[in-house]
């Protein structure tokens, strides 16, 4: 499971999505960007490891309720991608983003690999 996996799989639901830094105007309409949060080995095992992918969503200031509703449908997208990609659990605070005037949170997601 890479990013573009999980990029293609949003964009097939509908959801807006880029790449870290494709995106750097103010945010108009809801849109994810996919970023990759780097490869870790598990502590018992020198063959096994994780891969974590995040998933930052951002809606206009003042249109704080969607942003709920794209987490929801970021959810909802990636779900049928278990057990390869499975939700970590991790949510971020919902934030105020200044340099792109929206609300932001980030969802994380966890992929298991061989190293």
Request: charged content about 20%; glycine content about 6%; overall charge positive.
């Amino acid at each position: 499971m890479t990013c573009y996996e999980v990029t293609a799989a949003l964009a097939a639901a509908g959801i807006s999505v880029y790449y870290p830094a494709a995106k750097q105007e103010i945010c108009r309409e809801p849109y994810v960007v996919v970023q990759n949060g780097g490869t870790y080995r598990y502590a018992s095992s020198d063959r096994l490891g994780y891969s974590l992918v995040a998933v930052h969503c951002f809606v206009p200031v003042g249109r704080y309720p969607l942003l709920d509703r794209l987490v929801g449908q970021v959810r909802e997208a990636l779900a049928p991608l278990s057990p390869d990609l499975r939700p970590t659990g991790r949510e971020s605070a919902h934030i105020v983003n200044d340099r792109f005037r929206a609300h932001e949170c980030t969802v994380e997601y966890l992929v298991q690999k061989k190293l």
